[in-house]
């Protein structure tokens, strides 16, 4: 694997010990740094370099920033630019922000502040460029990633796609609600041979239990009250395809023998008939619930369990892979921006912090419709105001049993307390290697320390990396 490329800044300032100095302190960061001190040598670096983070001063000696500024946001839109200002002109640079730019800093400034604001803008940059590949790729055959993401759990998952699509196995899928369980079985039936069948999508919970049967199976004319006509049922249809049973569990006790049999025979008779019909049906389940569990509470049938479970795949909930977070976000802008009627393709960083900590109850399904929301109230990009109070409110507040600390019995306080430190700590770097993926100095930014620090407690709590 290569060295990953260094990402590139450009600042436009008069004065040249300033310019000196955050060259000094962005390039030590890792970036890559070039400065120019008027609007006109500016404007043409920017074009050449295609900078992911430019820091303008809003006192230029050839023009003024804010409506230098808005040139750079008519012909550059997409450049997050962090203004320089002095105190004096703080109410300007406020007003800079809501003319589009990511954020401001005030001379003089902290050093770190300086590396964190850079940081962040260079992420929305990297969320751009992810956006306008997935533009070019969306297309394509395959790339689950681009509907997924692409952290660790969704790489199994992937995997175990791939690896039962081809084969005749049942499937049964196991996942919150919301967290993309039909997904996966459309993904199993385009890998499969039955690919170019139909794939037929069931919710068992949606069905009434009296009608679940002849929806399934189908039903003869004049089979019971009502039945005027000859009926296909979900199997029948689905001849030479996939069928996607989602929440089976609902699926009441005398249809669940007639789907065992059919798992077991490849065969069924509709309601009222006497003929056997044996389609090609791929079967793939879903459910939120442990379904071994409900065998032995709700009546399940454990063969049934078992028949069905031939190759399990549990999704993972979105608070379990946070790091998807914002290439969804980039998925959801661009399917919905025609939709809403809206450009809008980035998210303030102080927003995508707040979706970055919530908890997601509803997974995908719930990030999905917070931003198709936000969308609707944004202007030009989801501020933080146009989250909803859900999310803006939410706090963080595990317990010390949800962090995994136990009472250790008979052990001093002192003691006891320090053990309980190792562990937040522990938990925390484990949290910032995640969504820095593995970048050790992007992590030791979000954990407020600096690398030395990082690569000691990581040595020290036997953290590989």
Request: charged share 30%; net charge neutral.
């Amino acid at each position: 694997m290569g060295e990953e490329v260094a990402e590139k800044i450009l600042i436009i300032d008069d004065e040249e010990a300033l310019c000196r100095t955050l060259d000094k302190i962005l390039s030590q960061a890792g970036y890559e740094v070039a400065w120019r001190r008027n609007s006109a040598d500016g404007l043409k670096s920017l074009g050449e370099s295609s900078p992911a983070c430019l820091l303008l001063d809003l006192k230029l000696p050839d023009i003024d920033g804010i409506s230098l500024l808005s040139e750079i946001k008519e012909q550059y839109p997409h450049v997050p630019v962090i203004i320089l200002t002095a105190h004096e002109t703080v109410k300007t640079a406020v007003l800079a922000m809501k003319n589009g730019a990511f954020h401001y800093l005030s001379k003089p400034f902290d050093n770190e502040e300086l590396k964190v604001l850079v940081s962040k803008a260079v992420e929305q940059s990297r969320l751009y460029r992810q956006l306008e590949e997935l533009k070019g790729r969306l297309g394509e055959e395959g790339g689950l990633e681009l509907q997924m993401g692409s952290s660790q759990k969704i790489r199994e998952v992937i995997r175990s796609i791939h690896s039962v699509a081809p084969s005749n196995l049942s499937v049964l899928i196991f996942g919150e609600s919301g967290s993309g369980k039909e997904l996966v079985a459309r993904s199993v039936h385009r890998f499969s041979k039955q690919k170019n069948g139909p794939f037929v999508a069931v919710d068992c919970a949606a069905i009434p239990e009296t009608l679940i049967e002849s929806e399934l199976f189908g039903h003869e004319r004049g089979a019971f009250t009502g039945a005027a006509c000859l009926q296909k049922g979900k199997f029948e249809i689905s001849d030479g395809g996939t069928i996607f049973l989602d929440e089976v569990e609902n699926i009441p006790l005398g249809v669940q023998a007639k789907l065992l049999r059919f798992l077991e025979e490849h065969t069924f008779q509709r309601i009222g008939g006497k003929q056997s019909i044996r389609p090609s049906v791929r079967v793939v389940a879903a459910s939120n619930r442990d379904l071994e569990e409900a065998t032995k509470l709700s009546g399940f049938r454990l063969d049934l369990f078992y028949r069905l479970n031939e190759f399990p795949i549990q999704v993972p909930p979105l608070r379990e892979r946070r790091e998807d977070i914002p290439f969804l976000c980039s998925l959801f802008l661009h399917q919905y921006r025609d939709d809403i009627g809206k450009e809008i393709n980035e998210i303030h960083p102080e927003a995508l912090d707040k979706l970055l900590l919530y908890s997601f109850p509803g997974n995908v399904r719930e990030l999905r419709n917070i931003l198709r929301r936000a969308m609707i109230l944004a202007d030009h990009r989801i501020e933080m105001k146009d989250l909803p109070s859900e999310v803006r409110l939410f706090r963080n507040t595990a317990s010390l049993s949800e962090l995994h600390i136990p009472l250790q019995t008979g052990l001093p306080l002192k003691e006891a307390a320090h053990e309980a430190v190792v562990r937040i700590e522990r938990a925390l770097i484990l949290e910032a290697l995640t969504r820095s993926k593995q970048r050790k100095g992007k992590a030791a930014k979000l954990l407020g320390i600096d690398e030395k620090t990082l690569y000691n407690k990581m040595k020290e709590f036997d953290l590989k990396g």
